[in-house]
């Protein structure tokens, strides 16, 4: 638009200058019409010397000049102003919902059981955690045998390893009312952010060597719950469990790894039994390690567990899950005898 403007300028002083030429140097410019004029008294034109209706002609140009170019301004200025203003806008309510996701996480409680002194209640019942699942069958065969728990692996040298949007997809097949758990080996930040972004998680299960402050850590930053797995083969093995009691939200007593192991869990291996019969810790706890349908009853009876964890246990193959052995495996665990121990004072 400035190129045309500055065009028509020049028209008009080209067409000035070639009628002063044809006058002798002279313009004649009409400023009245001729009514308005005679009316006025005033003479209708006016005879200017070529210099001086240049000079008018320029400053006229650069006055239009001036106005055009401030009127541009002005708008892009407005234009700037409301631009930044949607973008702050835009910011104040990421900020929000970050800040209301921040809020539910923090404030959220065990869905599972609605007050602590309900925890133990039903202590015929026993939950059963089905980790591992890969293909959404096995989370269909989870749901329909009632487990109370699906876990996704996330190790990446697990058959059971999942990523983060096979997960996303396989969580959102799981039914209300079955915990959606993530198994993660000694994680940072950066991949617990890469999980909880995209998978709709309810608990987190630490399967490394996670101090207890990274555990505390972990449950501040997420605002999740927070299973820890602590290996046992001896019964030095056992203090372990009353320092990690203290800081998460339940404990998972597994069979100790061996040294050569390539995974921390999951090998099918089972432990004495009786290093923890009759011990309790004032939170909930599972049971893990060389689980199966044939023998989980068996192990609740010894143990007095009232929550069992399995992913070899019930597979077909690494890391292909068995249908029949879940449901066989959820059953034989809710045939085992009722507890006949005290339940434990909570926290």
């Known amino acids: 638009m400035r190129y045309i403007k500055y065009a028509f300028l020049a028209v008009v002083g080209l067409a000035i200058i070639a009628v002063a030429v044809a006058n002798r140097g002279l ?10 004029a005679e009316l006025a008294g005033v003479n209708q034109s006016i005879t200017l010397p070529l210099f001086a209706v240049i000079i008018a002609g320029v400053a006229a140009g650069l006055l239009i000049g001036f106005v055009w170019e401030w009127l541009r301004e002005f708008k892009q200025r407005a234009e700037s102003a409301r631009k930044d203003s949607e973008i702050k806008q835009m910011k104040r309510e990421l900020r929000r919902l970050r800040d209301e996701r921040s809020t539910k996480a923090k404030t959220r409680s065990w869905r599972f059981w609605t007050k602590p002194a309900e925890r133990y209640v ?30 996704f692996n996330f190790f990446p040298k697990s058959p059971r390893y999942v990523d983060p949007e096979t997960a996303r997809a396989l969580a959102l097949e799981v039914p209300p009312g079955i915990a959606k758990v993530v198994l993660v080996v000694n994680p940072d930040n950066a991949l617990l952010d890469a999980i909880t972004d995209v998978v709709p998680v309810d608990m987190v299960q630490l399967h490394g060597q996670e101090s207890p402050e990274r555990v505390r850590e972990i449950k501040a930053r997420y605002g999740l719950p927070v299973i820890k797995v602590l290996g046992v083969a001896r019964p030095d093995d056992l203090p372990a469990l009353d320092v990690y009691a203290r800081v998460a939200d339940q404990l998972l007593v597994d069979a100790k790894a061996p040294k050569d192991a390539i995974l921390p869990g999951g090998n099918g291996l089972a432990f004495d039994w009786r290093l923890i019969a009759g011990r309790r810790w004032p939170l909930p706890w599972m049971l893990a390690g060389g689980l199966t ?23 077909s193959a690494p890391g292909v899950k068995d249908a029949q052995k879940i449901a066989d495996f959820v059953a034989a665990a809710n045939s085992a005898p009722p507890l006949k121990v005290a339940p434990p004072k909570l926290r």
């Not at 313009?27 to 308005?36: E, H, I, R, S």
């Not at 089905?130 to 699906?150: F, H, K, M, N, W």
């Not at 349908?293 to 597979?315: F, K, L, Y």
Request: with cysteine.
């Open 27 to 36: 313009v004649t410019l009409t400023l009245l019409p001729p009514g308005l």
């Open 293 to 315: 349908p044939a023998n989980v009853a068996e192990a609740i009876a010894m143990t007095g567990a009232r929550q069992v964890d399995v992913a070899s246990g019930v597979e």
């Open 122 to 151: 039903n202590m015929t019942h026993i939950r059963t955690k089905i980790c591992g699942l890969t293909r959404p069958q096995d989370v269909t065969a989870v749901a329909e045998a009632g487990a109370s728990y699906a876990g």
